[in-house]
């Protein structure tokens, strides 16, 4: 049975106590909570960071990854540039020294009955392609006795293949240094037509070209057409 009336001062005492103990237990719990949620939001704030520094390492990586693939890629495509220039510089070599052997070789033999049958067939070509009633043509001193021989041969095929007639005119001029041939002009020198045997040789060089790298060097794979 309750009674009425004050509390003492031991009633309110553990009144008291009471009202402590509760306070002390709703702050704990709430201290609990807010360790709890601090400890949550550290968790994943830790795990946002951890994620941006990854991320951030992984694009650094592979930014230097493509640097030093770009740089791997240019020192390969320099050092193959260096060696196809390397490449082509000696095959040029080697067809230099094959033309100039060509040279020395026409030199060495333009003299005898051969040279003075293709000086006839040059000279004839000259008039063939001049048409003219009178020409120059330039040669060799020391060819002078052979080219008259020959212009005279030539002078007449021409006749019985056009029914013209030329008369010539002899420059010997051309250094007997050179390979040999003639330079046929009309109208003063305004129209030529070079028939040294240097200018033959470079005209058939230059047709010969391709089919001497063919055969000295094999097929370019990077050529798709031959004709």
């Known amino acids: 049975m309750s009674r009425g009336g004050a509390l003492d001062d031991s009633e309110i005492q553990s009144e008291m106590n009471k009202m402590v103990a509760f306070i002390s237990q709703e702050a704990r719990e709430k201290a609990r909570e807010i360790q709890v949620k601090a400890d949550e939001e550290f968790a994943i704030e830790k795990a946002k960071i951890v994620r941006q520094e990854s991320f951030a390492i992984d ?43 060509a040279t020395k070789q026409v030199k060495e033999h333009a003299s005898g009955e051969e040279y003075a049958k293709a000086l006839e067939n040059l000279i004839l070509e000259v008039l063939l392609k001049l048409l003219s009633s009178n020409i120059t043509l330039t040669h060799r001193p020391k060819d002078t006795d052979a080219v008259k021989k020959s212009a005279d041969a030539a002078l007449k095929r021409y006749k019985d293949m ?27 020198g305004r129209i030529k037509v070079d028939n040294t045997l240097s200018e033959r040789l470079k005209i058939l060089e230059e047709k010969m070209l391709p089919e001497l790298r063919h055969d000295l060097f094999g097929a370019n794979e990077n050529r798709k057409f031959y004709t």
């Open 59 to 101: 694009a650094q990586y592979e930014k230097k990854r493509k640097q030093a693939e770009v740089g791997w890629k240019i020192s390969q495509s320099t050092a193959l540039n260096a060696s196809r220039i390397t490449v082509l510089r000696e095959r040029n070599d080697q067809l230099e020294a094959l033309f100039e052997e």
């Open 162 to 188: 056009t029914g013209r007639d030329t008369t010539i005119d002899y420059d010997a001029s051309l250094s007997d240094d050179s390979a040999g041939g003639v330079v046929g002009s009309s109208m003063a």
